[in-house]
């Protein structure tokens, strides 16, 4: 797999050289995947407030709203959500000079700025830590064996010389971001390079212990009962393949008002009982049946969604879709777990 990535990336201009179109104020466009997880935001709104000072006319664009622990976010008052605010943001995109995309590695991600994107004529340069990056971008950078894409802007202020211009505020966007993809230092992406940069954040006056209350301990009392449901109702346990699955339908989401950021983190649950080492969690929402993967060990759930449900990510974390009916979706999964071998969990 790292032989096929490293060919991957080989039509990128290494995002050095696109140092050179920011050493005069320019327009700058940013935007991220739709809906936005930790890490899309806080690498998003540290390079928008960096680029701020760098005297950068900077628009910084989310295809769709914030989860509301995301929201305290220094910079998030200027942000954009494509959904509300599509005309300003396809005329931010038309006034723009150069493009940054963050934490996704094709243009799809975006759902809605897909098209603007491919048609768009402008640099485009790309920080993101996901394999198999698409052929779409002038510049950038990807190395999925990075923590984060947060880390990845913290290497690019570095790389650019302005360490010192980190203040507490893109200290903060950052660190939000490593925490978050992390699993707070706990999954194996946590490098020598993570702490380093999170000593680097505290010595500059980063808040963490606010920064972890503000995303873990802000929950609404409807949020924690929707946990309390869906741990004793919707999880279950298939021993044999060492597996998880959580699946909640339209109506199990309506019931508690279920709302962008609830279903966070549910994903990680049945990994924390003895002997799961693969978890999933199938999610109905609109027209859409969404699904989410994690594993311990070696089983790769980047492979594993991408050949069935049309998606992909990191060997231990990852993210599909379905195009069958939410019934359909559950029974194709479990029928596809019985032609594993169990052996391969």
Same mark, same amino acid.
């Given at each position: 797999?790292?032989? !096929? %990535? ?7 201009? @290494? ?5 050179? =179109? ?5 327009? #700058? ?6 809906? @936005? ?28 709203? +914030? @989860?509301?622990? !995301? ?45 603007? =994107? ?8 790309? #920080?993101?830590?996901? +394999? =198999? ?21 913290? &290497?690019?202020?570095?790389?650019? $010389? &302005?360490?010192?211009?980190? &203040? ?5 966007? +950052? ?40 995303? %873990? ?21 298939? @021993? ?30 049945? !990994?924390?009982?003895?002997? #799961? ?33 049309? $998606?992909?990510?990191? %060997? ?30």
């Amino acid at each position: 797999m790292h032989a !096929l %990535f490293a060919l991957t990336i080989t039509f990128m201009k @290494p995002i050095k050289e696109a140092l050179s =179109l920011l050493q005069s104020p320019r327009k #700058i466009f940013i935007t991220t995947h739709h809906k @936005p997880d930790g890490d899309a935001i806080g690498s998003m709104l540290g390079l928008a407030n960096y680029l701020t000072q760098k005297a950068h006319q900077v628009t910084a664009v989310a295809p769709s709203e +914030l @989860p509301d622990f !995301l929201c305290w976010m220094p910079g998030v008052s200027e942000l954009l959500n494509y959904e509300a605010e599509s005309k300003l943001c396809d005329r931010a995109l038309a006034e723009a000079e150069i493009i940054f995309c963050v934490d996704f590695n094709d243009f799809s991600r975006t759902k809605h700025l897909t098209t603007q =994107l491919e048609n768009s004529t402008l640099p485009k340069i790309l #920080i993101d830590h996901h +394999l =198999l990056p698409k052929d779409v971008w002038d510049y950038g950078i990807s190395q999925p064996e990075k923590s984060s894409t947060c880390e990845m802007v913290y &290497d690019f202020i570095n790389l650019s $010389g &302005d360490n010192e211009m980190i &203040d507490t505020s893109i200290a903060a966007c +950052l660190y939000a971001g490593v925490l978050t993809d992390t699993g707070s230092f706990r999954f194996p992406c946590t490098t020598a390079s993570t702490h380093l940069m999170c000593a680097d954040l505290l010595s500059k006056g980063l808040n963490h212990s606010q920064i972890h209350e503000q995303i %873990f301990d802000s929950w609404s009392q409807k949020r924690m009962q929707f946990l309390g449901y869906v741990l004793l109702e919707k999880m279950q346990l298939i @021993p044999d393949y060492h597996a998880g699955l959580i699946a909640l339908s339209r109506e199990d989401v309506k019931a508690f008002g279920v709302t962008t950021g609830d279903t966070e983190g549910l994903v990680n649950y049945p !990994l924390s009982i003895q002997g #799961i080492r693969f978890s999933t969690l199938i999610t109905e929402r609109g027209d859409e049946v969404r699904m989410s993967f994690r594993s311990k060990g070696n089983f790769d759930v980047s492979s594993f969604a991408r050949e069935y449900f049309n $998606g992909g990510g990191h %060997f231990n974390a990852a993210g599909g879709k379905s195009l069958l009916s939410f019934k359909e979706t559950i029974a194709r999964f479990n029928q596809i777990l019985s032609d594993i071998h169990p052996a391969n969990f």
